[in-house]
């Protein structure tokens, strides 16, 4: 293989181009070859002119990075994933066939999940796990083993597949054991026939017409522990934006339209900083304690948008996840807010280190439980803590595998990002010190190879590969 060509496992996002990146985008224009499922591949399709394109069907995922790997002989290719790759996408398997995994780039994507709940103004502020309800890969005991655990703490839970013509059991199992919840199905998100609705555990338990609704272009979001339900509007004069997680190639394309369109611009210093080539907006920051910050972009945000602007106020990664959007929505009083996804931080640790978490998932805020993140972290999920200090690193991974694979990493996607991709053994070894890092704790079924973490998806138990 020439030393030039290169692998690019791409996530396009949900659907629609305005939650495409730029950085999918130049993966997939740069790349000579493009290789994806052909309903994705027709959602890039004014990114395909010119290149050779290579499709397969469902359940063919093997063949078609075996594709993408044979075609690195004559030039470079873009492996297309929707949504994220980590997330029950190609990375793991991109990797894993890969002849070089140092050697790929996994490009990270707005997850369905973050923009489902962007759309529908839902905020989780502590912790969140994300199951794929399929047993087409996994034992479905693993799978009711998962969503015990994340019942017993009244975490809130978003469904993968979950439900198809051939298996409509398991989600009804699933809304049993999270016990009785508000609940949101998103359907067919950012794509044609787009809906979402809220409804309740129990409605879909008792009424089987409301279920039948449910298909596999579907999400559902178990409400619980730490969620916030605002109410999102699909345009307005004010906009909280999502900007991802550092360089600009991480924003969307909507995000980059609403702030070159905006007359100004609010936010931490360090991400008006990251934008200001990207619009002549005006750019407004506030000191002080959070809730007062939030408070006073509001307020000039709407003086703004009575005034006939356009306003923006910008949160780092996704505004759904972690971050203090969900204070502006509580503010609003009346006003309408768009808010428009962003790439999370926890897509961009994992595409660093390769493919971590490409099974089910867990998220954790800056309230850390050691005896929750071992728990989970022993269930076979990965487990993503936010603003993790180094003296919180010894009680977190005590009770972890000491050969599971961690990853350790500080401003990724930013000036001096530093990435420590070890064994939790290694990581406790190495005492790290400092503040304001991302732990990440890999799926079960993980190892390092090159310096990327490679995990299993359950292909083997499917194929022979």
């Known amino acids: 293989m020439p030393s030039e060509n290169k692998l690019s496992i791409v996530g396009i996002g949900p659907g629609s181009p305005r939650l495409r990146t730029t950085a999918a985008t130049q ?17 890039i399709g004014d990114l395909l002119p010119g290149k050779q394109v290579f499709s397969s069907s469902m359940g063919r995922e093997v063949d078609r990075v075996a594709t993408a790997v044979d075609l690195l002989e004559k030039g470079s290719v873009a492996l297309v994933s929707s949504g994220d790759p980590n997330v029950y996408g190609m990375a793991g398997l991109g990797l894993e066939l890969a002849e070089k995994p140092s050697a790929v780039e996994i490009v990270p994507g707005v997850t369905s999940f973050t923009a ?35 019942a017993e703490t009244a975490m809130p839970v978003a469904l993968y597949n979950p439900r198809s013509l051939r298996r409509d059991w398991q989600l009804l199992r699933a ?3 999270c016990g009785s919840r508000d609940v949101l199905v998103a359907k067919n998100i950012s794509r044609e026939a787009e809906k979402i609705f809220y409804t309740s555990s129990q409605k879909l338990i008792e009424e089987e017409s409301l279920r039948e609704r449910i298909d596999m272009t579907s ?11 605002g109410y999102a509007a699909a345009q307005a004069a004010i906009n909280l934006v999502g900007i991802g997680p550092g360089n600009p190639s991480n924003l969307t394309q909507e995000a980059a339209c609403i702030l070159q369109a905006s007359q100004r611009i ?23 304690p959070c809730p007062e910050r939030m408070a006073a972009r509001l307020k000039d945000a709407k003086q703004t948008a009575a005034g006939g602007g356009l306003a923006s106020i910008l949160t780092g990664g996704d505004p ?24 999370s931080a926890f897509s961009s640790v994992a595409a660093r280190a390769g493919a971590p978490l490409v099974n089910d998932f867990a998220l954790l805020s800056s309230t850390h439980d050691p005896a929750r993140l071992s728990a989970l972290a ?15 690193i010894a009680s977190l991974l005590e009770e972890v595998d000491p050969m599971r694979p961690v990853v350790l990493a500080q401003d990724v996607s930013r000036d001096g990002e530093n990435t420590m991709i070890l064994t939790a053994e290694d ?31 359950g292909y083997e138990n499917k194929y022979s590969y």
């Open 27 to 43: 993966a997939i224009r740069s790349a000579d070859f493009v290789v994806g499922y052909r309903p994705y591949l027709d959602l």
């Open 116 to 150: 489902a709940s962007c759309l529908a103004g839902l905020a989780f502020r502590e912790c969140v796990a994300v199951i794929s309800l399929s047993d087409l890969l996994t034992p479905w005991q693993q799978i009711e083993g998962r969503l015990r655990l994340a």
């Open 175 to 177: 809304l049993e054991i």
């Open 219 to 229: 999400l559902v979001i178990i409400l619980g522990r730490g969620t916030f339900r």
């Open 266 to 288: 609010y936010g931490a210093q360090r991400y008006l900083q990251l934008i200001g080539e990207i619009t002549p907006a005006q750019k407004v920051t506030h000191s002080g």
């Open 320 to 343: 759904s996840i972690f971050s203090s959007g969900w204070r502006i929505q509580e503010r609003t009083e009346g006003a309408p807010v768009h808010i428009s996804p962003g790439v």
């Open 378 to 392: 022993g269930a076979g999920f990965a487990v993503v803590a936010y603003n993790v200090n180094g003296l919180e």
């Open 427 to 457: 990581l406790l070894a190495a005492k790290p010190a400092g503040f304001r890092y991302t732990l990440l704790v890999a799926s079960a079924n993980s190892h390092i190879e090159e310096g990327r973490i490679i995990t299993k998806r």
